[in-house]
């Protein structure tokens, strides 16, 4: 089995030493690089193509947020997972818009802290109880348009982390017509990417994770 090649982004050099301690040992797991802020990690990024980011948000020079933009802007497919002590509203909506695709907190487990690395590897969607359970939902005071059975059914998919391929096979439908129906999932909850859509959807009690 190819190991994950992870980048360690954060500014508190303990916190590394002790990220790169527990997952070293990891047989599936490759530490490539370490950055101590945000810049440095889309230098250590360009250069070392990891296949994960374990990204922190508060660093000085670039903070996460915008590093994941950046990121994400030149290389679309980049798995960013977010790893904060801040479960905050505004904390959480910045790194999602960014682009991140998981958010776990530092008091998780080392099993969940594995476990998220290979979901967002593995291009799903990764979010701590705690972080969906405090999203607050960006759409309009007349909340999102209601969406169709098919749309549920596609967003219930979509929560569980599958892909739009995935999605079309077990609903039977072509993977064209599933990407439609993810875009219009978007457009009526007011989400930019897949990992805000379930937010909301968890928020609004539409699906349950």
Do not use: C, W
């Not at 190991?3 to 030493?17: G, H, N, S, Y």
């Not at 991140?100 to 969940?112: C, I, N, P």
């Amino acid at each position: 089995m190819t190991p994950i090649k992870i980048l360690i982004v954060e500014d508190q050099r303990i916190v590394r030493e002790g990220l790169r301690a527990v997952l070293e040992d990891e047989p599936e797991i490759a530490i490539v690089g370490e950055a101590a802020n945000g810049q440095e990690a889309l230098e250590l990024f360009a250069r070392l193509r990891p296949d994960v980011v374990l990204m922190d948000l508060q660093m000085p020079v670039v903070d996460g947020p915008e590093a994941t933009r950046r990121i994400r802007e030149h290389s679309p497919d980049a798995h960013i997972l977010v790893l904060t002590t801040y479960a905050t509203d505004e904390f959480i909506f910045k790194a999602l818009r960014a682009g991140a695709q998981g958010y776990l907190l530092k008091d998780a487990s080392v099993d969940d802290l594995l476990a998220a690395i290979r979901s967002v590897h593995a291009g799903q969607t990764l979010l701590a109880p705690a972080v969906a359970a405090r999203l607050v939902v960006g759409v309009s005071s007349g909340g999102p348009e209601a969406l169709t059975p098919r749309e549920l059914e596609v967003l219930t998919l979509m929560g569980q982390g599958r892909s739009n391929s995935e999605i079309a096979a077990l609903l039977s439908i072509a993977p064209r017509t599933a990407k439609v129906h993810v875009q219009n999932i978007l457009g009526k909850l007011g989400a930019t990417n897949r990992t805000e859509a379930v937010s909301i959807a968890v928020r609004q009690k539409l699906i349950s994770l």
